[in-house]
T-cell receptor, first 113, second 118 residues
């Protein structure tokens, strides 16, 4: 069975600072994908970044980077130079096998001016 | 390129009624999946459709059903509504260029339909 764990219900970060959102996962499938999504108050889930289980390098998309530690089964999201518009819920999710996502419980990030 | 479009945005129903939600995927996307989001249960997978066929199903009662049309648009139906069905229902689409859905297939979500059951 697949499982995603996000242990930080809420996080605060000062504007322009970096922040790390934690995510650990569990699956017996050797082939899987890890995703991070952002959900602002409008409700839409916005895709941020993807990491495949066989990818050798950590994924990077602009100010987002994924700190992938396979042995520890962790896939933390790092947001650099935080902006006020980054305030939102952030979800870690995993796909293994079937084309559906298993989501964590999310972390609410608040950027302080 | 237009994103995933869900209608209606908000819906209020009473217990026992039924409801139909609509989802138009991104042009060219062939896979459509549905998720339910509640404060208590979080995000849960409902079902996925590809080429008008349900390919994958989550653990929801038979009151929840869906279908996909030849143009990839999808609808989901909930019959005999219960108070616990109040949720944000999110639709996602993906290209699915790999047969069976690859693990790197990115899902793109709509803004959701907020359903309130009174």
């Amino acid at each position: 069975a697949q499982k995603i764990t996000q242990t930080q219900p809420g996080m605060f970060v000062q504007e322009k600072e970096a922040v790390t959102l934690d995510c650990t996962y569990d699956t017996s499938d050797p082939s899987y994908g890890l995703f991070w999504y952002k959900q602002p108050s409008s409700g839409e889930m916005i895709f941020l970044i993807y990491q495949g289980s066989y990818d050798q390098q950590n994924a990077t998309e602009g100010r987002y980077s994924l700190n992938f530690q396979k042995a520890r089964k962790s896939a933390n999201l790092v947001i650099s130079a935080s902006q006020l518009g980054d305030s939102a819920m952030y979800f870690c999710a995993m796909k293994a096998g079937a084309n559906n996502l298993f989501f964590g419980t999310g972390t609410r990030l608040t950027v302080i001016p | 390129k237009a994103g995933v479009t869900q209608t209606p945005r908000y819906l209020i129903k009473t217990r026992g009624q039924q409801v139909t939600l609509s989802c138009s995927p991104i042009s060219g996307h062939r896979s459509v999946s549905w998720y339910q989001q509640t404060p208590g249960q979080g995000l849960q997978f409902l079902f996925e459709y590809f080429s008008e066929t349900q390919r994958n199903k989550g653990n929801f009662p038979g009151r929840f059903s869906g279908r996909q049309f030849s143009n990839s648009r999808s609808e989901m139906n909930v019959s005999t509504l219960e108070l616990g069905d109040s949720a944000l229902y999110l639709c996602a689409s993906s290209l699915d260029v790999l047969r069976g859905g690859g693990n790197n297939e990115k899902l793109f979500f709509g803004s959701g339909t907020q359903l309130s059951v009174l």
